[in-house]
T-cell receptor, first 114, second 110 residues
Framework: DSGVTQTPKHLITATGQRVTLRCSPRSGDLSVYWYQQSLDQGLQFLIQYYNGEERAKGNILERFSAQQFPDLHSELNLSSLELGDSALYFC?????????????FGPGTRLTVL | GQQVMQIPQYQHVQEGEDFTTYCNSS?????IQWYKQRPGGHPVFLIQ?????EVKKQKRLTFQFGEAKKNSSLHITATQTTDVGTYFC??????????FGSGTQLTVLP
């Protein structure tokens, strides 16, 4: 158990819908990262927040957005969902902002878009 | 942009055989990390390499960072069934974020 929690574990929805994925980092970690893992694309970095502020942006679509709240939990919002958005979404956390820091991954949310 | 290639994509070995996965970056890396993901699980951090030519060992696992800091390898000696999973390298270059390789899926046959 990494100490990072993600909800829900599974999510099944239809194309065009909007969903919110939630992540709580390990106690004391200020940085949260979101990744998408699909069979054909591997592990893709989406976005990073550090202490409430956006720190780095990866291959995140405009239909996706995220935020980190004062209690440091984070939410990833996915809208206008397409079949290709079906994937595992991981959240990771670390103590500091730099990517040299060890990242602890949560169990992931499996999103299925029908 | 930065690309990290990892080979092989799949590897089947008999228990007791050795295993190696290789990681190559299109650009010089400031550091490289290795993660292991068990089937149905999440990536778990194994190690980080920072220095040119660095070699680190964890029991049967040996990690190397190339002299030019553009490649890395993970070698497992005498594989066990508990080594099953996907091994990812992740490199950080000029961009702030880690770029993950596509992973090597290791199957160990008993």
């Amino acid at each position: 158990d990494s100490g990072v929690t993600q909800t829900p574990k599974h999510l099944i929805t239809a194309t065009g819908q909007r969903v919110t994925l939630r992540c709580s980092p390990r106690s004391g970690d200020l940085s949260v990262y979101w990744y998408q893992q699909s069979l054909d694309q591997g592990l893709q970095f989406l976005i990073q927040y550090y202490n409430g502020e956006e720190r780095a942006k990866g291959n995140i679509l405009e239909r996706f957005s995220a935020q980190q709240f004062p209690d440091l939990h984070s939410e990833l919002n996915l809208s206008s969902l397409e079949l290709g958005d079906s994937a595992l979404y991981f959240c990771a956390s670390s103590v500091v902002a730099e990517f040299t820091d060890t990242q602890y991954f949560g169990p992931g949310t499996r999103l299925t878009v029908l | 942009g930065q690309q990290v290639m990892q080979i092989p994509q799949y590897q089947h070995v008999q228990e007791g055989e050795d295993f190696t996965t290789y990681c190559n970056s299109s650009t010089t890396l400031s550091n490289i990390q290795w993660y292991k993901q068990r089937p149905g699980g999440h990536p778990v951090f194994l190690i980080q390499l920072v220095k040119s030519g660095e070699v680190k060992k964890q029991k049967r696992l040996t990690f190397q960072f190339g002299e030019a800091k553009k490649n890395s390898s993970l070698h497992i000696t005498a594989t066990q069934t508990t080594d099953v999973g996907t091994y990812f390298c992740a490199g950080r270059g000029s961009a702030r974020q880690l770029t993950f390789g596509s992973g090597t899926q290791l199957t160990v046959l008993p």
